[in-house]
């Protein structure tokens, strides 16, 4: 069997509109050329009767088809309703006859005629003139009268409303051809611009799937090449978070597994007599346990399988910290006294500037957050304050975008760069070879960061090095 061909491709798409498009744009050039054709045919046509008006108006020969001409003893008094527009038609310099000239005056309803912008010349016959005269006046959609007079003969009336009345004149169409040719590039560009939006929307959420609120599948939508780039994408997702499922499984049966042999070996630690020697056995059972632990807890945050809820930012810090405070530990939480939020510029106020927050209830710091994973992150680096920095001052900076959870210790020994090069799973510094720990710390924190829109940074102060943890925020 042949490969099924589905409309909804975006090959097939592109080509259907192609085609519309260009049916649309021979449609409109049909219309076009069709109604200049027309047009120049009437004028040709009303060109024709002027040239053989002349011959009737100063010979006294036969009317052209459609132009009656009747005989007036004076010219008609002109009202304020009527516009008068005055012509002369000269005889050619050329012309070995010498004639007096044929004065039109034109009566119109409607308009006084630019006659100016009609371009004569000394070079035309009084013929060609009179043609182009008529043709001029037929260009307009108006229902002119003219009177005629040569010398000082007897004014004549030229009624010529079957040549050259508005009525008479064929449709013009070719605004109608332009609209339709834009209309059809709209209509394309609209698609293109809303297919490329498809990917472009597909992108972005990719983009945050690991991130607070990211999706764990995408939904099929789209040209069909779309949806097979987001069938794939779904079952690669899907298969990673198997085998991450599966390694925090076996992380966790680990743990488990350990636990029974580790407590048989710290009850048979305690009959060392020899306390050094016990010392060490512990620690390095504490040390085996700890690893597998923060191994395991590095696995679980990668998985990202809490729930999002909203959250006061700031009395979940407050209470972290007095969890250290009351066992002892120097922990202490500084409300910032200048804590500020971004006010935008409006109509009355176009600058931008930072409005100051008045009110307790305005301190409360809302975001979406996962408070178990926060808690540990937050937890992790008062740990790694205290552990490099003795003590941890903890605050809290927002915008109406970002929540910043500063964390400043007194430590010296580390800068912000090495700081940051210690995100990566596995690493410590120079100076932790004394200090207990795994290397997995700054690298949950940072994916915790990443989880919720935000990012870990270090900054070197006057007292130590100050860690960073910022996150998106919920605007209430």
């Known amino acids: 069997m042949g490969k099924r061909i589905s409309f909804s491709s975006l090959k097939i798409t592109a080509l259907i509109w192609c085609t519309c498009a260009l049916l649309a744009g021979m449609i409109s050039v049909l219309i076009w050329t069709s109604s200049n054709a027309a047009w120049n045919r009437y004028l040709s046509q009303s060109y024709q009767t002027g040239y053989e008006l002349y011959d009737t108006l100063t010979n006294n020969g036969p009317a052209p088809v459609g132009v009656v001409v009747d005989t007036h003893s004076k010219l008609p008094t002109s009202s304020t309703t009527v516009y008068p527009t005055i012509v002369s038609i000269r005889p050619h310099q050329g012309s070995p006859i010498q004639s007096s000239p044929l004065q039109l005056i034109i009566h119109s309803t409607d308009l006084k005629y630019p006659i100016a912008k009609l371009a004569q010349g000394t070079d035309l016959t009084p013929p060609q003139q009179l043609g182009n005269v008529i043709k001029f006046l037929s260009g307009f959609c108006s229902n002119p009268v003219l009177y005629t007079q040569r010398a000082d003969q007897t004014w004549l009336r030229v009624n010529g409303s079957q040549v050259w009345a508005c009525s008479n004149a064929p449709g013009d169409y070719r605004l109608l051809a332009a609209a339709i040719l834009m209309i059809s590039v709209m209509i394309l560009i609209v698609q293109v611009d809303e297919t490329s939006a498809k990917f ?36 690669y997702l899907a298969l990673e978070r198997d085998k991450l499922s599966k390694r925090a499984m076996v992380m966790s049966g680990v743990s488990h597994d350990l636990g029974t042999p580790a407590t048989r070996l710290r009850l048979r630690t305690a009959l060392i007599e020899d306390d050094e020697l016990r010392q060490r056995l512990e620690s390095d059972i504490d ?34 910290c007095a969890d250290y405070a009351d066992v002892g530990r120097p922990v ?52 790694n304050a205290l552990k490099y920095g003795r003590r941890a001052t903890v605050s809290i900076t927002t915008t109406s975008t970002i929540a910043t959870i500063i964390v400043e210790d007194e430590g010296n020994a580390l800068t912000a760069l090495q700081l940051d090069a210690l995100t990566g799973p596995f690493l410590r510094g120079a100076n932790s070879n004394y200090i207990e720990g795994t290397g997995l710390g700054l690298t949950i924190v940072s994916t915790i960061a990443k989880q919720h829109q935000g990012t870990l940074s270090f900054e070197k102060t006057s007292r130590g090095v100050c860690a960073k943890l910022s996150i998106g925020r919920l605007n209430r």
């Not at 700890?290 to 009395?315: A, F, K």
């Open 200 to 235: 472009s929307r597909f992108s972005a959420a990719l983009k945050n799937q690991g991130r607070l609120g990211g999706h764990q599948t995408f939904d099929t939508v789209g040209p069909q090449e779309l949806r097979e780039i987001i069938e794939t994408v779904n079952d």
């Open 287 to 320: 040390q085996m346990t700890n690893m597998i632990e923060g191994v395991l807890t590095y696995t679980r945050s990668e998985i990202d399988s809490e729930e999002t809820t909203r959250i006061s930012l700031t009395s979940l810090v407050e209470s972290v």
């Open 332 to 383: 202490v939480f500084e409300q910032t006294p200048d804590d500020e939020i971004d006010s935008t510029g409006s109509v009355f106020n176009a600058r931008a500037h930072p409005a100051p927050m008045l009110s307790e209830d305005a301190r409360r710091v809302l975001v979406n957050a996962r408070p178990m994973a926060m808690q540990r992150a937050m937890t992790n680096l008062i740990d």
